[in-house]
């Protein structure tokens, strides 16, 4: 990207993390950018993978996360906070972005109990297709839990057609995949950190790649990929993950009551690490491992 092009697209940012609160056009973007209207929209999306319109939208709920899970200020407080002046609106997309509302998320503590799925199955029969390969970082560079998701846009919110979350990056397998065009999102903290917007001043690990084409049946293995720092490029991931301890514990809990081990998850227990039950995986095992350790720990 043109060195330019990329400070220009900067100052922007910036801007609009200055002025969450306050209105502004695409006519002020351009401005602050110092490019007309028509060009800064298409350089803006270039560089970061979105609309202008739809990047500040983003900003603005990464904002009301943070404020939810550090405040005591309530819903309507922070919508106004954060540029809205209807808390219905607000309210109707942090809950579309997120995949709970602004009180449930305050309530789990900026976690949910489990990650749903958009379920695309045509009623006949479900998607079969797979999407794996290994998920790299740097030697010197120790990350905890790998948040691993196929989404039909370039920023994480809504709800992924499949998921999965590691112990830490490493191999993963996304299972019921439908046909379509996705992208793989990739989120990553250091170890010991579990709640991103209430860590302020942590920098989470990303990446993104695709459009991936996948097909009825298909088996899609991608090359490996590394994760890199958060730039001030890439949209604030939205969606709202799954607390892996509280879960794991739970159901170790319940297998200690009935008597089981540590190994794969019993009969009619949740499971954890299957998309289609809403759970965080497709990689059958893996998530199992990483959750029961997390348990040991907490």
């Given at each position: 990207m043109d060195k330019a092009i990329e400070q220009a697209v900067h100052r922007v940012i910036r801007l609009m993390r200055e002025r969450l609160g306050e209105p502004l056009t695409i006519?002020?973007?351009?401005r602050t950018a110092m490019f007309s209207k028509f060009h800064f929209s298409r350089i803006f999306q270039r560089a970061t993978g979105l609309s202008p319109r739809k990047f500040l939208s983003a900003m603005r709920l990464q904002e009301a996360k943070q404020l939810l899970v550090s405040t005591s200020l309530n819903v309507v407080d922070i919508s106004h906070r954060v540029g809205y002046n209807s808390v219905g609106t607000f309210s109707t997309r942090f809950t579309s972005s997120v995949g709970v509302s602004p009180t449930t998320y305050r309530r789990y503590g900026g976690f949910v109990p489990r990650i749903a799925v958009d379920d695309r199955s045509d009623g006949a029969r479900s998607p079969s297709a797979t999407v794996g390969g290994i998920i790299s970082s740097a030697p010197d560079i120790p990350?905890?839990?790998?948040?691993?998701?196929?989404f039909p846009q370039q920023i994480p919110q809504g709800r992924p057609v499949s998921c999965t979350v590691l112990e830490r990056p490493g191999p993963y397998l996304l299972d019921k995949v439908p046909p379509g065009s996705w992208f793989l999102l990739v989120h990553a903290l250091p170890p010991g950190v579990v709640n991103e917007p209430?860590?302020?001043?942590?920098?989470?690990?990303?990446?993104?790649?695709?459009p991936i084409r996948v097909h009825d049946d298909g088996e899609v293995a991608l090359p490996d990929l590394a994760l890199r720092p958060l730039r001030l490029l890439d949209p604030p991931v939205l969606l709202a993950l799954q607390d892996v301890r509280s879960t794991a514990r739970r159901i170790v809990e319940a297998r200690a009551r009935q008597g089981h081990g540590f190994g794969l998850p019993t009969?009619?227990?949740?499971?954890?690490?299957?998309p289609e039950h809403g759970g965080v995986g497709g990689h059958l095992g893996t998530a199992t491992r990483a959750a029961s350790d997390a348990a040991r720990a907490a």
């Amino acid at each position: 990207m043109d060195k330019a092009i990329e400070q220009a697209v900067h100052r922007v940012i910036r801007l609009m993390r200055e002025r969450l609160g306050e209105p502004l056009t695409i006519d002020d973007l351009a401005r602050t950018a110092m490019f007309s209207k028509f060009h800064f929209s298409r350089i803006f999306q270039r560089a970061t993978g979105l609309s202008p319109r739809k990047f500040l939208s983003a900003m603005r709920l990464q904002e009301a996360k943070q404020l939810l899970v550090s405040t005591s200020l309530n819903v309507v407080d922070i919508s106004h906070r954060v540029g809205y002046n209807s808390v219905g609106t607000f309210s109707t997309r942090f809950t579309s972005s997120v995949g709970v509302s602004p009180t449930t998320y305050r309530r789990y503590g900026g976690f949910v109990p489990r990650i749903a799925v958009d379920d695309r199955s045509d009623g006949a029969r479900s998607p079969s297709a797979t999407v794996g390969g290994i998920i790299s970082s740097a030697p010197d560079i120790p990350l905890g839990h790998t948040f691993i998701g196929l989404f039909p846009q370039q920023i994480p919110q809504g709800r992924p057609v499949s998921c999965t979350v590691l112990e830490r990056p490493g191999p993963y397998l996304l299972d019921k995949v439908p046909p379509g065009s996705w992208f793989l999102l990739v989120h990553a903290l250091p170890p010991g950190v579990v709640n991103e917007p209430a860590a302020r001043g942590v920098r989470p690990y990303v990446l993104r790649h695709g459009p991936i084409r996948v097909h009825d049946d298909g088996e899609v293995a991608l090359p490996d990929l590394a994760l890199r720092p958060l730039r001030l490029l890439d949209p604030p991931v939205l969606l709202a993950l799954q607390d892996v301890r509280s879960t794991a514990r739970r159901i170790v809990e319940a297998r200690a009551r009935q008597g089981h081990g540590f190994g794969l998850p019993t009969p009619g227990e949740p499971a954890i690490d299957r998309p289609e039950h809403g759970g965080v995986g497709g990689h059958l095992g893996t998530a199992t491992r990483a959750a029961s350790d997390a348990a040991r720990a907490a």
